[in-house]
């Protein structure tokens, strides 16, 4: 197993940063790393605001529902999706993109396209011995987001990455088991088994959160994800993102 195989295995969400700041050598090569990553079409859809403002971070914490590693890291980067630039070129260029990057299609490339760069970045923030947490709260509130990040039409705020020095790490959270997750030549219907694997997954899961918290916590993850989707969250999503001259057909 090489280094960067164990780095990717080894990953666990930061919440706790040692208050340090990342040099700006260490932001270029997360930035230079997150640019590497594969673009659909070469199209680069999308575009990285970093903030180091005290002020600003702290606000970007209340919008994210007050997680305080919002503002207390070593950096905290946002990714957005961008078509802004692909409308200026059209604009210089005197060509019609409208239908073109207001589609479903462009719009899930723009979201590709800068996942695929953060976890770019992620991977490479980790491989140098800092920790990472993927904000989407700063999607609680993305109207206020937005005007405090200026970010124009066809951008839009998705998620951030907090980084920064470990405090404190937190043990590796038990994910599915490969055969709920891994379907060879076909998807695996069957009923009965993802029920199975299911159940054997909420033991581990169950065992996790009671070794983690003394016997406090024995949540099940089917029981979690049950509860945490019978709630709406963030429906204003659509007409958002329709406002914001993206998706649009």
């Not at 589609?103 to 992620?122: C, G, P, R």
């Not at 030549?185 to 169950?206: C, G, H, P």
Request: proline fraction near 2%; hydrophobic fraction near 35%.
């Amino acid at each position: 197993m090489n280094e960067v195989i164990t780095t990717i295995l080894n990953h666990r969400s930061i919440r706790h940063f040692e208050d340090k700041a990342l040099t700006a050598e260490q932001i270029r090569t997360i930035l230079a790393c997150a640019q590497a990553a594969s673009t659909s079409s070469f199209i680069q859809a999308y575009s990285i605001i970093g903030v180091k403002d005290k002020e600003k971070k702290q606000k970007l914490a209340e919008l994210a529902g007050n997680q305080g590693y919002v503002e207390k890291n070593g950096h905290f980067f946002i990714f957005c999706a961008d078509l802004y630039r692909h409308s200026l070129i059209a604009d210089h260029l005197k060509k019609d993109i409208t239908p073109s990057i207001e589609s479903t299609e462009k719009f899930m490339v723009a979201l590709i396209d800068a996942a695929l760069a953060a976890q770019n970045a992620a991977i490479a923030a980790e491989s140098m011995g800092l920790g990472i947490c993927y904000i989407g709260g700063i999607r609680n509130q993305l109207e206020e987001v937005k005007k405090l990040l200026k970010t124009p039409e066809r951008v839009i705020p998705l998620f951030g990455i907090a980084v920064g020095y470990p405090e404190k790490t937190t043990d590796k959270k038990p994910r599915l088991p490969l055969e709920h997750v891994y379907h060879e030549e076909e998807y695996q219907q069957s009923q009965e088994t993802a029920l199975k694997q299911l159940k054997v997954y909420d033991e581990v899961i169950s065992s996790y959160y009671q070794e983690r918290t003394g016997g406090k916590r024995k949540d099940q993850w089917t029981e979690q994800m049950a509860a945490m989707l019978e709630k709406q969250t963030r429906m204003y999503m659509k007409e958002f993102i329709q406002n914001n001259k993206m998706n649009l057909k």
